[in-house]
């Protein structure tokens, strides 16, 4: 007699993990990184960000680069929170594709090249768009499937009146 090994349905459906919590840990990675990524360019100076644009060609770049930083800190806060994230998930989506036409596509898929590894440690090449891709997917199912459990949105959730008893 041989036992079968339990299959990862089986394994799920007896986890103790409510459904939607896989929200939480995208929504602070995602919202966190947008930040992070938004706080840097703030805080190397918006007009060093819009000095890239400018040279990749991007027109307008000083309001696109104050477009970009405020879309990421705002966005990412929004994402944290669990607040308005299919509304906040577009213009960050359009950041994300934007970011990889024009800058990582060229670089390939990987968002990691190693180049060499000398005494003074590794050397990488520049990012491909791999990164950008799992920030969509991650919005993307957060804005399909909800911002989960400990969001702003849900305090706001209209709850069905509670029927009272009749004597």
């Known amino acids: 007699m041989t036992l079968a090994a339990p299959r990862p349905a089986d394994l799920a459906s007896r986890l103790p993990v409510p459904a939607g919590w896989y929200a939480l840990p995208l929504r602070l990675i995602v919202g966190y990184g947008f930040m992070a990524h938004g706080y840097a360019k703030l ?91 799992l920030y969509l997917a991650a919005l993307a199912a957060l804005a399909v499937g909800g911002p989960g459990p400990l969001a702003f949105d849900r305090l706001f959730r209209r709850r069905p009146p509670r029927s009272r008893p009749t004597s």
């Open 43 to 133: 805080a190397r100076g918006p007009e060093n960000f819009a000095g890239i644009l400018h040279a990749i060609g991007t027109p307008m770049p000083w309001m696109m680069a104050w477009t970009t930083i405020l879309v990421e800190l705002v966005g990412g806060l929004l994402v944290l929170l669990g607040a308005f994230i299919p509304l906040a998930s577009v213009p960050m989506a359009v950041v994300l594709v934007v970011a990889i036409v024009t800058v990582h596509l060229p670089n390939g898929f990987s968002s990691i090249k190693l180049q060499s590894v000398t005494a003074s440690g590794a050397h990488f090449g520049q990012p491909g768009y791999e990164t950008d891709l």
